[in-house]
């Protein structure tokens, strides 16, 4: 169950953070996990032109390849940002945060098992 929350600069349309939601979605089921995704997406104050994304992922720890996955779910993101409001590499940062199974109730209940939904990694991961 990631958890995602993406700061953007203020004044984006629903339709620019309707596609980057759908295309965070895609990156995290190719990196962390295929289901129970949820994403947050809010505007925060920035200067005219200002293009910086802030992003924290939680993840269940235990999957293998962390810090692999981060890295593959950075830079696919960032590649969706840089496509939806031209974000470079150093205007985008992402921060991973991990609970414990018995920290998170999703539906009512616990977490379906790790290795029910966890892809495996690919190489390369292109937005769509």
Do not use: N
């Not at 940062?93 to 209940?109: A, N, R």
Request: charge should be negative; charged fraction near 30%; glycine fraction near 10%.
């Amino acid at each position: 169950m990631p958890f995602v929350r993406v700061d953007v600069p203020e004044g984006l349309s629903r339709e620019v953070k309707g596609r980057i939601r759908e295309g965070l979605h895609e990156a995290v089921a190719k990196s962390w996990f295929k289901e129970h995704i949820w994403i947050a997406i809010r505007d925060m104050y920035a200067e005219p032109g200002e293009k910086t994304v802030l992003m924290s992922c939680g993840v269940r720890p235990g999957r293998g390849q962390e810090a692999e996955r981060t890295q593959a779910l950075y830079d696919y993101a960032q590649k969706v940002m840089e496509k939806e409001i031209g974000t470079t590499p150093d205007e985008m940062i992402l921060t991973m945060h991990e609970f414990e199974q018995h920290m998170c109730v999703s539906g009512g209940g616990q977490l379906p098992p790790l290795g029910d939904a966890t892809p495996a990694l690919e190489k390369e991961l292109e937005p769509a």
